[in-house]
């Protein structure tokens, strides 16, 4: 089962920020927080990953609570291109031991 | 790099049918994954392999189901008999191997979408 909880879907409006959630109350120590997207009709794509530090690149930011129960996937400006699946996973980063379980992640709509 | 390839994009054939399923992994990537993709059940890791070598197949639904990694940039998802509730997309991935946070995800191939009728 995947450890972690999402919003089914959400809604954005172009050129505006897209926040999207993830519970993840059992993580564990040496687990990762990953976030992949899938656009209609291909495969997931990865998008960042973090432990526990805030993290940035060129598609989006990923603020991770100090508890690291939580976290937040900010796209800064939402195209109708970002429009999606979004998963978030937990998992261990090093060795075999973190296969990508995906849940029903959140599909979000960028709308014009 | 042109990152994972699969073959073919998208495959019919009749029940009872064997089919093969076809993936290249990137170039220097330790560990190739299958995954299965349906409305119903989402995406389900069905194998995965590392150095060539099946770690772990629990998540292969029966017998009808086998896959191999002959060398390190070719593997195969075989179904046979084929029956229509295998129709799925299904997914090839590829990862790097290496511990901690330079690991940085999987790599997806663009799918095989199958149909059994």
């Known amino acids: 089962d995947a450890k972690t909880t999402q919003p089914p879907s959400m809604d954005c409006a172009e050129g505006r920020a897209a926040n999207l959630p993830c519970n993840h109350s059992?993580?564990?120590?040496?687990?990762?927080v990953y976030w992949y997207r899938q656009i209609h009709s291909q495969g997931p794509q990865y998008i960042i990953h973090?432990?526990?530090n805030n993290e940035t690149n060129e598609m989006a930011s990923l603020i991770i609570t100090e508890d690291r129960k939580s976290s937040t996937l900010i796209l800064p400006h939402a195209t109708l291109r970002d429009t999606a699946v979004y998963y978030c996973?937990?998992?261990?980063?090093?060795?075999?031991?973190?296969?990508?379980?995906f849940g029903k992640g959140t599909k979000l709509s960028v709308k014009p | 790099d042109a990152g994972v390839i699969q073959s073919p994009r998208h495959e019919v054939t009749e029940m009872g049918q064997e089919v093969t399923l076809r993936c290249k992994p990137i170039?220097?990537?330790?560990?190739l994954f299958w995954y299965r993709q349906t409305m119903m059940r989402g995406l389900e890791l069905l194998i995965y392999?590392?150095?060539?070598?099946?770690?772990?197949d629990s998540g292969m639904p029966e017998d009808r189901f086998s896959a191999k990694m002959p060398n390190a940039s070719f593997s195969t998802l075989k179904i046979q008999p084929s029956e229509p509730r295998d129709s799925a997309v299904y997914f090839c991935?590829?990862?790097?191997?290496?511990?901690?946070?330079?690991?940085?995800?999987?790599?997806f191939g663009s799918g095989t979408r199958l149909t059994v009728v």
């Open positions: 996973i937990v998992r261990v980063a090093g060795g075999s031991q973190g296969n990508l379980i």
């Open positions: 059992t993580i564990s120590g040496n687990e990762y």
């Open positions: 973090g432990l526990k």
């Open positions: 170039s220097g990537h330790d560990y």
């Open positions: 392999f590392n150095n060539n070598v099946p770690i772990d």
């Open positions: 991935a590829s990862e790097e191997g290496g511990r901690g946070p330079l690991r940085s995800g999987y790599t």
